[in-house]
């Protein structure tokens, strides 16, 4: 078992450039989060699916992040135009569904630097 | 809407001190509750779980936590720490049977720092 893989694992780019966060969770689970954690406001759920559908998006920031799962092997996180104050590390996790009752099973997460 | 709150933001211990990293949940419904761990420049790992059953429960490392539903608390605990407990510990709470179940939320996390 792989676990949860992420790419990049670290991303530096200029302001107003397209940033795009992959992740390939666990072959057979079928939920997938989306978290951002910063010094300042900790671990924040941005998005989570089930079964490749969007179920809760109130978590993230703006319209200029974006998130897909095309299949449930593959999503993406793009934030368009990218601005200093994204600025942090972006964790995948994914688990089975089971009432709430699985643990959640992160990857190594990527490193955002937005200059 | 569900809260976590992790009462202590940055803890300072010595070796072979005890441990009690306080945890509250706000949901009036049935829980699961979950600490997780994440050692300097890794993801998050599981440190124990609690989904029904004793209230106290045992995880990795000599960890363990009680559960008390009266109190709405979840406090992970140690009796010894580590330097290698060096560490930050997040509080995360799933609201079983709710329409968002699966979604875990997660408190602000607490940063043991321990000296050896």
């Known amino acids: 078992d792989a676990g949860v893989i992420q790419s990049p694992r670290h991303e530096v780019t200029e302001m107003g450039q397209e940033v795009t966060l992959r992740c390939k969770p666990i072959s057979g689970h079928d939920y997938l989060f989306w978290y951002r954690q910063t010094m300042m406001r900790g671990l924040e759920l941005l998005i989570y699916f089930n079964n490749n559908v969007p179920i809760d998006d109130s978590g993230m920031p703006e319209d200029r992040f974006s998130a897909k799962m095309p299949n449930a092997s593959f999503s993406t996180l793009k934030i368009q135009p990218s601005e200093p104050r994204d600025s942090a590390v972006y964790f995948c996790?994914?688990?089975?569904?089971?009432?709430?009752?699985?643990?959640?099973?992160f990857g190594n997460g990527t490193r955002l630097t937005v200059t | 809407a569900q809260s976590v709150s992790q009462h202590n933001h940055h803890v300072i211990l010595s070796e072979a001190a005890s441990l009690e990293l306080g945890c509250n949940y706000s949901?009036?419904?049935?829980?699961?509750l979950f600490w997780y761990v994440q050692y300097p420049g890794q993801h998050l790992q599981l440190l124990l779980k609690?989904?029904?059953?004793?209230?106290l429960v045992k995880g990795i490392k000599g960890f363990e936590a009680e559960f008390i539903k009266s109190k709405f608390s979840f406090n992970l605990r140690k009796p010894s720490v580590q330097w290698s407990d060096t560490a930050e510990y997040f509080c995360?709470?799933?609201?079983?049977?709710?329409?968002?179940?699966?979604?875990?939320?997660f408190g602000q996390g607490t940063t043991l720092q321990v000296k050896p």
């Open positions: 609690y989904f029904s059953g004793d209230p």
């Open positions: 996790a994914s688990t089975l569904s089971s009432g709430g009752n699985s643990p959640l099973h």
């Open positions: 949901y009036g419904g049935t829980v699961n």
């Open positions: 995360a709470v799933n609201a079983y049977g709710s329409s968002n179940t699966g979604k875990l939320i």
